[in-house]
């Protein structure tokens, strides 16, 4: 089990851009896929991107595809998100999360999950 902490998240204008971090701890980070989701209030957890465990594989969600890049430092346990161009209706919750032996989109396939960070987009 991984235990994941998420930091970065903040407010920010339209078109400006944030990088979002994770790290992890407690077991072999780089035995794990990592993905990044969202929800809005009100709205379903969105699956924003996948990376997987060599960082070699990385799939991005319709939306953030150009404009969000992740990335991860297995030396480091962490994971990052770069976003660019950042829209109002980006502005969300975004958690990290874990899966091990998978690479998914897929919320229920991802078993350890951060606390969240607050990412406001204004307008």
């Known amino acids: 089990q991984v235990q994941l902490v998420e930091s970065g998240g903040g407010l920010v204008q339209a078109g400006g851009s944030l990088r979002l971090s994770c790290v992890a701890s407690?077991?072999?980070?780089?035995?794990?896929?990592m993905g990044w989701f969202r929800q809005a209030p009100g709205k379903e957890r969105e699956f924003v991107t996948a990376?997987?465990?060599?960082?070699?594989?990385?799939y991005y969600g319709d939306s953030m595809k150009g404009r969000f890049t992740a990335s991860r430092d297995n030396t480091k346990s962490t994971v990052y998100l770069h976003m660019n161009s950042l829209k109002p209706e980006d502005t969300a919750v975004y958690y990290c999360?874990?899966?091990?032996?998978?690479?998914?989109?897929?919320?229920?396939?991802?078993?350890?999950w951060g606390q969240g960070t607050q990412v406001t987009v204004s307008s």
């Open positions: 407690g077991d072999t980070f780089s035995s794990y896929t």
């Open positions: 999360a874990a899966a091990l032996k998978t690479f998914s989109t897929e919320t229920y396939d991802y078993t350890n």
């Open positions: 990376i997987s465990s060599s960082g070699g594989r990385i």
